[in-house]
């Protein structure tokens, strides 16, 4: 069975920093391109990052480019994503999910539809 299962969700101060981890089981995660999602209050599910499995290029939206960084641990079968500076804007949600190979239009890495698992979810939100 496939499963993804966040965690290190939490409450933050702006400017803080947290650390989101989806583990991976019943597949391998580097056969996948993974992603990160999320979903505030009210609003639509967003992607935030993804690792293209085909040649490992990492993707982000614009407004966490140069604070959040996506990596990837192969021997724990697990994905982070390392969030920075903190705004409370990034109040959401925070999914991960897996696409099945191969990713067919490039322009859609971060569109939710193109994912297949999802996991449950983590919640972070960020004081002001």
């Known amino acids: 069975e496939v499963q993804l299962v966040e965690s290190g969700g939490g409450l933050v101060q702006a400017g803080g920093s947290l650390r989101l981890s989806c583990a991976a089981s019943?597949?391998?995660?580097?056969?996948?391109?993974i992603g990160w999602f999320r979903q505030a209050p009210g609003k639509e599910r967003e992607g935030v990052s993804c690792i293209d499995n085909s040649d490992g290029s990492i993707y982000y939206r614009g407004s966490v480019k140069g604070r959040f960084t996506m990596s990837r641990d192969n021997a724990k079968n697990t994905v982070y994503l390392q969030m920075n500076s903190l705004k409370p804007e990034d109040t959401a949600t925070y999914y991960c999910a897996a696409l099945i190979p191969p990713v067919e239009v490039l322009a859609r890495i971060l569109d939710e539809a193109e994912y297949d698992y999802w996991g449950q979810g983590t919640q972070v939100t960020v004081s002001s």
């Open positions: 019943g597949f391998t995660l580097d056969d996948y391109t």
